[in-house]
């Protein structure tokens, strides 16, 4: 189950919010390499806002967390018109129901392969119903050279900006991907998720249809 997280429910969540922090550690500062800032054997920045709307995989809150992700308004400074506009051939995508999914995080024991080509589908899967409950239309992303052919075939409409361009060691393209209820039908067909992956704990439990 992906938990839902939002400044409305936050203090439900505050295992599952330190646990995704650290495993954004290990997975991007101590396995990946890339030179983010850490305190506390954590990482987290400048957009980790309370803003921010929080996907985290687990069956409970309190349970151990699989996967991760962080959805941004546009309308707001977010890493791809702030660090990345070099990807895109045109300006970035902006406005109120345009949003930035980053930080997609597997758990750093997820083995590699099918597990975590399942685990980025239930993510794409929960971004979308995500998206669909908060009205959002278009969502963004940047994507390495390993993680941009398995997002654009995931089932939704995903748009490159511009093509791939080197950073670093690495290939990156951004995107932006279209919203409804039929990218999400078809998200789910093409990775066999039979029912919805989201939860959203608040003064009612919300789950998407």
Not at 39 to 54: K, L
Not at 63 to 83: I, N
């Amino acid at each position: 189950m992906i938990h839902i997280i939002t400044a409305e429910n936050r203090r439900h969540y505050h295992h599952a919010l330190m646990e995704m922090h650290r495993q954004r550690k290990e997975v991007f500062i101590d396995q990946m390499k890339w030179r983010l800032e850490e305190s506390a054997g954590i990482e987290i920045d400048a957009y980790d806002c309370p803003e921010a709307i929080y996907l985290i995989e687990a069956s409970t809150p309190r349970a151990p967390v699989t996967g991760s992700a962080r959805l941004l308004q546009t309308d707001r400074p977010h890493l791809l018109a702030d660090h990345f506009r070099f990807l895109c051939d045109d300006q970035p995508p902006t406005g109120p129901d345009v949003w930035e999914a980053t930080r997609f995080c597997p758990a750093p024991d997820t083995a590699q392969g099918q597990p975590r080509h399942d685990l980025l589908a239930r993510i794409i899967a929960g971004i979308m119903e995500t998206a669909l409950i908060f009205g959002i239309e278009r969502v963004t992303f940047v994507a390495n050279a390993a993680l941009a052919p398995l997002a654009a075939k995931a089932g939704w409409d995903a748009q490159p900006l511009g093509p791939a361009r080197r950073v670093g060691r690495d290939r990156l393209t951004a995107f932006v991907a279209s919203i409804d209820q039929q990218g999400l039908k078809r998200v789910r067909q093409r990775n066999g998720i039979k029912t919805p992956v989201t939860r959203f704990l608040g003064d009612d439990v919300t789950q998407a249809a």
